[in-house]
Structures are given as structure tokens and as C-alpha cells.
């Protein structure tokens, strides 16, 4: 899709997230040739994959972003990787995972995603979050979260649905050990638990297909900030394990984030 100046919204136009999606689903359709294509996969620094579809997702985004929004920074997961992260960001920027889940794409697995958040005064305000294989988009807007088909005119509004108590499911990572498995259900009292990569997780608890996304381990800011955008407009929260809210723009912690809970409504 090609997107005309004229098109492009204030940042706080509600119709951001829309905007941020017709983005997304644009990276999208670049990404989803070269899924099971074998792609050469090389290791970051950090020892985590990435691969030209990552590389090419990324730039499109950059490009896009630049353009519309010149004056609006972007922190970015390839770039940040390559020339590291920045020591001072502005008040109001833009988060961009264009290939989370990578692993997952390695694999052949449908579950990864473009994330594309704004975040304002260290809160996700405003994203988009695609899903290529599955051709799923969620993002933000005027009223709540809304879900759309890529190439489909049938958005929809979506929530987040009420504790369903010992009948709630908890989304996991694919790797996550036995015992830590058995200590999650005791924990949040909850017999069913589903394996799952990337933020389609926090999708999935927005339009009420599951409940509960506890996080141990490490992520980055823009691997989560389009998903808890879209989270919360659905009606769901995420916050630190304490209650406390959950904020971007961590520069001293080169934007990693600390443990998280992910949930649906109240």
C-alpha cells in the first residue's frame, strides 16, 4: 500500500494506530516471502538471530516514519543491535520491532509480528501490531482496540475479557521449563496454559481469546510496547508485578524491560 502525506495523522489523532497499521501490514507483505525461504540466519551481539527479513522490514518502517514523522525519534530493534542503543530520548517517539519472533520465523512457525508503538511521557499511547502468516492486524484507535484482515475492509472493535478464574488461560514462551510451567498455574490458579511467541500473546488476550501473560525473563522495550498499547485499549493492563505502571524510554537500560504481567479486564 502506498501511503500519501495527506493521509498521515497528528500524533494525537486517534486514527494513529490505523495509520501505524497500514505500516505495518506494508513490512508485512514484504516479510511474508521470505518466511521458510532459507534465509541465511546470523547472530546479534547478543546472540539472538536476525535475518534479511528483519533488515528489510526494518528500513521500510525507518523510511516510512522518517517520512511522515521527521521529527518524531525512532528507536528501533536492528538499528539499536547494530549502532547501539541511545543514551537520551525525546518525551514523545516511536517503538519498532519489525520482526518479533524472529525465532519463531526461523523455525517456520506462523507466530511472529511487526510491532510499531508511539510512546508519550513513558506510556504506549498509540500501535499497531500485524501478524504476516495469519494476516491478522491489531491496533489502536478512536473508541478502543480494533482488529482487521490484511487486504480486507472488516475492521472490528475488541475486548479484553473478565477473569474466568481456574478455566483463565495463561500464555507461555515456547521454552519455558517444566517446574517453571507447574509454579505459574499454582501461582495464578489457572489449569490451562498455551505456548506462544511473540506479542500476538497480548493480542490475544485483548480480543478475549486468553487471560493471563506473565513475563520472567528479559525483553526489550519494542518487543511489547504496540501489544500493551493495544492491550489497553481493549480494556486489559500490563504492569509490573507489583501493580506498578510499566514505562518506556529506559536509556540507562539500554530499553530493556523488567518482569511483567500481562492481563485481561478487570
Not at 13 to 27: C, R, S, T
Not at 149 to 155: L, R
Amino acid at each position: 500500500m502506498t501511503i500519501e502525506p495527506t493521509l498521515a495523522p497528528a500524533l494525537s489523532d486517534p486514527d494513529l494506530g490505523a495509520f501505524l497499521a497500514d505500516i505495518a501490514e506494508e513490512a508485512a507483505r514484504l516479510i511474508l516471502p521470505l518466511w521458510k525461504s532459507g534465509l541465511t540466519v546470523s547472530a546479534k551481539a547478543d546472540e539472538s538471530p536476525v535475518t534479511e527479513a528483519d533488515r528489510r522490514a526494518e528500513a521500510l518502517i525507518l523510511m516510512r516514519l522518517g517520512k511522515w514523522f521527521p521529527d518524531t525519534p525512532v528507536v528501533s530493534e536492528e538499528y539499536t543491535s547494530d549502532f547501539g542503543a541511545p543514551g537520551a530520548i525525546a518525551a514523545c517517539f516511536f517503538l519498532v520491532d519489525p520482526l518479533d519472533g524472529t525465532k519463531a520465523f526461523v523455525r517456520g512457525d506462523p507466530n511472529f509480528t511487526v510491532n510499531i508503538a508511539l510512546i508519550a511521557d513513558g506510556r504506549a499511547v498509540a500501535g499497531a501490531v500485524t501478524a504476516p502468516v495469519t494476516r491478522e492486524t491489531w491496533h489502536t484507535g478512536d473508541g478502543g482496540a480494533f482488529k482487521r484482515t490484511i487486504g480486507q475492509n472488516d475492521t472490528r472493535l475488541v475486548k479484553a475479557r473478565p477473569w474466568a478464574g481456574p478455566e483463565a488461560v495463561a500464555l507461555v514462551s515456547h521454552t519455558m521449563k517444566p517446574e517453571a510451567l507447574a509454579a505459574l498455574k499454582s501461582e495464578f490458579g489457572v489449569n490451562h496454559t498455551e505456548p506462544m511467541d511473540s506479542s500476538i500473546k497480548m493480542c490475544r488476550i485483548a480480543e478475549g481469546a486468553a487471560d493471563i501473560y506473565p513475563r520472567r525473563g528479559p525483553t526489550m522495550e519494542w518487543d511489547i510496547a504496540a501489544g500493551q498499547a493495544v492491550l489497553e485499549a481493549a480494556g486489559g493492563r500490563l504492569t509490573a508485578p507489583d501493580g506498578a505502571p510499566f514505562l518506556y524510554g529506559k536509556c540507562s537500560e539500554g530499553f530493556r524491560n523488567g518482569q511483567f504481567i500481562a492481563r485481561g479486564a478487570p
